[in-house]
């Protein structure tokens, strides 16, 4: 199992960055990849961006593709998420998830939640 917990998240206007963090604990090295997903109210879970613990290879949807970047710190076993410019349609809890190679997200954190306004 890994624990996952989220931080940073919160209300800014459009166009501010946020940035945040996520924290990992226990058996880390039985789940590679780490990502951001997030969930707009009576929205489905999103993909948002993921990273490798090992080599730091990135991957990035299509709508946060040049906003948003994801780095990990493996001395802190932290994974970030930052992001700029932010939009209103950025509004949403953002869940910090892990997954084996070729597996799906099953590791979740409880979420943070973040609020853009106009």
């Known amino acids: 199992q890994v624990q996952l917990v989220e931080s940073g998240g919160g209300l800014v206007q459009a166009g501010d960055s946020l940035r945040l963090s996520c924290a990992a604990s226990?058996?880390?090295?039985?789940?590679?990849?780490m990502g951001w997903v997030r969930q707009a109210p009576g929205k489905e879970r999103e993909f948002v961006a993921s990273?490798?613990?090992?080599?730091?290879?990135?991957v990035y949807a299509a709508p946060v593709k040049g906003r948003f970047t994801i780095s990990r710190d493996n001395v802190k076993n932290t994974v970030y998420l930052q992001m700029n410019s932010l939009k209103p349609d950025d509004t949403a809890r953002y869940y910090c998830?892990?997954?084996?190679?070729?597996?799906?997200?099953?590791?979740w954190g409880q979420g943070t939640q973040v609020t853009v306004s106009s």
């Open positions: 990273i490798t613990w090992s080599d730091g290879s990135t």
């Open positions: 226990g058996r880390t090295f039985s789940r590679d990849r």
């Open positions: 998830a892990a997954k084996s190679y070729g597996s799906t997200w099953d590791q």
